[in-house]
C-alpha cells in the first residue's frame, strides 16, 4: 500500500542503498558527488553545534568513513582543528571512501586510539553506515564505548553507530549523539525508540537524488496534513452529525478514566457523548460528566457485570463509535464483558486499557470484527497481548507493533514519545513526539478520546489513530507552553484540544 500523503516516508536500509544506486546507475549522478554533499551536509552540521574548539572525526572503512573524510576536509578547509581517526588500515580503503581519503588536506589520519578523543569538544561519529545492523564487532565496539565516555558534543553520520537503521533496535554498544546528520531522506531507527533516544537532533541532508526513485517506502512520520482530511462542524452540523461516542468502563477508585475519555472526545468536537458506567456509581459521573449523558448499568461493588451488555449493544446501535475499557478494571465479569462487546458491537471500535488486558493472549479473536478497530497500548499491555516481556516490546517496538496488527486485524497504537501506528498490511506511522508533558496519568484515557471522536466522525481508523496521535501532541505541547511541562496533568491538556484542533485545517461535516 503507497503511503498517505501526509506521511513523510522513511527509508529503511534496503529502500535507501537502492536509492542510491537508482540515482547512480539510472540518473547518473557520480557516486562522488553524492558523498562530497552528504559530507558537506555532515559538516555544516558539526559547526552548528559546536561553532569553536577541536573535532575528532572517527572514520570506518566503508562509504560512511568515505562521508567522515569529506566533513574533515571541509572543516581544515574552513579553518577548524580538525584530527582524523580510522578504525580500519587505509589499504583496506575502496571506491569513493578511497578517492576522499586521498583528498584529505593536512595530518594523515592516525589508527583509532581513545586518547585520540581526548580536549575534542566535538566528535563526528562514521564508523558505521545504514547497512549496519546486529551487535557492533571490535574494533567499532570498543571506538563507540571510548565515544560514549567522551564529553564532547557527538554528531553521528547517517545513523549513529550501533543502531539498526531500519528499526532504531540496539543489539549493543551504540553511539549517544547530540545530533546526526541523515541523507536525502530521514530513517525509522533515528525515530523509533531506543534509536531515537540515542539520535539527538535529526537534520536531513538533500544530497540530489530526485524523486521518483524505485523505494516504496511501508513507514513513514506523521506530518501536520495528516488533519485536513477531519470534518468540522457547519452551518447545517447537528450534534449527530458531528458524531456520537460510547464509553463503556469506569469503576471503583477508578471513575476518572472514562470521564476524561468522555471529556477528550466532546474537545475534539464529537456532537454527543454518552458513557455506559456503573450504577452505582452514577451519582459520581453525573455531577462530573456536565455534557455527557450517562447510562447506569448493572455492577457489583462497583464493577461492571455482563448483564450489562444487551444495553450498551442497544446503545451502541444509535452510536458511530464504541470506546471500551477505560477503567474497566480486571473483575472476571467485567473481563467478559469486554470481550463480549468487542466481539459483538458492529460500529468502529478503540480498545484501551482494561479493554485490552480483557485480550490478553487472545489477540487473534479481535480479527473477525467486522467494523473498524484501533488498539491503544503501552509497551506492557503490548506484551500481554504478545504474551511477551515488556522488554522484549520495548526492544523491537516496530516489529511488535506490527506483529500485533497482523494477528488482530486491527490497528494497533503502541504509545510512546515514538507512537507508532501498525495497520494489517504493514503500513505503519510514527509520531515525532517531542511531548514529554504527556507523561503523567489520564493522558492515555485523552487520547482514546481523542482518536474515538475521530472515529465517529467517520474517519478512516488509520487515519483517525495517526491524527489522533498528532492532536494529542500538539495539545501536550500547548499546555507545558503554557504551564510548564511538570506540572501539566491530563485536564490541561484536554483544555487544549480546541486549540490544538483550530490549528489543523480542515473540512466541513
Known amino acids: 500500500m503507497p503511503l498517505p500523503d501526509w506521511l513523510d516516508p522513511l527509508y529503511d536500509s534496503a529502500q535507501q542503498r537502492a536509492l542510491d544506486s537508482w540515482a547512480i ?8 558527488e553524492l558523498m562530497e554533499r552528504a559530507g558537506t551536509g555532515l559538516a555544516e552540521l558539526v559547526m552548528e553545534v559546536a561553532p569553536t574548539g577541536r573535532v575528532v572525526v572517527v572514520c570506518g572503512k566503508g562509504n560512511n568513513g568515505g562521508d567522515g ?10 579553518g577548524r582543528d580538525v584530527d582524523v581517526l580510522l578504525l580500519a588500515d ?14 584529505l588536506p593536512g595530518p594523515a589520519p592516525s589508527p583509532f586510539a581513545p586518547s585520540g578523543l581526548e580536549s575534542a569538544s566535538a566528535i563526528v561519529d562514521a564508523i558505521l553506515g545504514t547497512g549496519s545492523s546486529g551487535q557492533p564487532r571490535d574494533p567499532a565496539s570498543s571506538a563507540i564505548a571510548a565515544i560514549n565516555s567522551s564529553p564532547a558534543k557527538v554528531i553521528a553520520c547517517d545513523v549513529p553507530s550501533g ?14 549523539a547530540a545530533a546526526t546528520a541523515t541523507f536525502h531522506g530521514a530513517k525509522p531507527g533515528l525515530w523509533i525508540a531506543p534509536g531515537k533516544d540515542r539520535a539527538g537532533e535529526v537534520r536531513v541532508i538533500d544530497i540530489g537524488i530526485p524523486p521518483g526513485g524505485p523505494a516504496e517506502p511501508s513507514l513513514g512520520l506523521i506530518s501536520d496534513m495528516v488533519t485536513e482530511a477531519i470534518p468540522r462542524r457547519g452551518r447545517e452540523s447537528t450534534k449527530f452529525a458531528a458524531g456520537s ?10 471513575t476518572g478514566a472514562p470521564s476524561m475519555a468522555a471529556e477528550a472526545a466532546m474537545r475534539t468536537g464529537a456532537g454527543y457523548v454518552t458513557a455506559c458506567v456503573p450504577a452505582s456509581l452514577s451519582l459520581v459521573f453525573e455531577t ?3 455534557e455527557v449523558m450517562t447510562v447506569p448499568l448493572p455492577d457489583s461493588g462497583g464493577s461492571l457485570q455482563t448483564a450489562g ?24 465479569e467485567a473481563t467478559e464483558l469486554a470481550r463480549d462487546l468487542a466481539a459483538r458491537a458492529e460500529i468502529p471500535l478503540l480498545l484501551d486499557a482494561d479493554g485490552l488486558n480483557a485480550h490478553a493472549g487472545a489477540l487473534p479473536s479481535l480479527a473477525g470484527r467486522r467494523a473498524g478497530t484501533v488498539l491503544t497500548p503501552h509497551a506492557g499491555e503490548l506484551a500481554r497481548l504478545l504474551g511477551t516481556e515488556s522488554r522484549a516490546v520495548g526492544d523491537r517496538r516496530l516489529d511488535s507493533a506490527r506483529q500485533a496488527a497482523s494477528q488482530s486485524q486491527t490497528i494497533v497504537l503502541l504509545k510512546g514519545d515514538d507512537t507508532i501506528v501498525a495497520a494489517p498490511d504493514g503500513l505503519a506511522a510514527v509520531s515525532r513526539g517531542g511531548s514529554s508533558a504527556l507523561a503523567t496519568a489520564g493522558t492515555g484515557d485523552v487520547l482514546s478520546g481523542v482518536i474515538g471522536a475521530l472515529l465517529a466522525k467517520r474517519l478512516d481508523p488509520f487515519h483517525a489513530a495517526c491524527a489522533g496521535v498528532l492532536i494529542h501532541a500538539r495539545a501536550g505541547r500547548r499546555a507545558a507552553e503554557r504551564l510548564g511541562g511538570e506540572g501539566v496533568i491530563a485536564r490541561d491538556v484536554i483544555e487544549e484540544l480546541p486549540g490544538a484542533l483550530r490549528t489543523a485545517p480542515s473540512g466541513p461535516l
Open 25 to 32: 546507475d539510472e540518473v547518473g549522478i557520480p557516486g562522488l
Open 163 to 176: 543502531i539498526d537503521a531500519s528499526t532504531g533496535e540496539v543489539a549493543g554498544e551504540a553511539v549517544h
Open 245 to 254: 461516542v460510547l464509553v463503556c468502563g469506569g469503576s471503583t477508585g477508578l
Open 288 to 290: 462530573r460528566l456536565l
Open 69 to 78: 573524510f569529506v566533513c574533515a576536509r571541509f572543516l581544515r578547509e574552513h
Open 309 to 332: 451488555a444487551g444495553t450498551v449493544l442497544e446503545r451502541a446501535e444509535r452510536t458511530d463509535a464504541l470506546i471500551l475499557g477505560p477503567g474497566l478494571g480486571r473483575q472476571d
Open 90 to 103: 587505509p589499504a583496506d580503503l575502496q571506491g569513493d571512501a578511497r578517492t576522499n581519503f586521498e583528498r
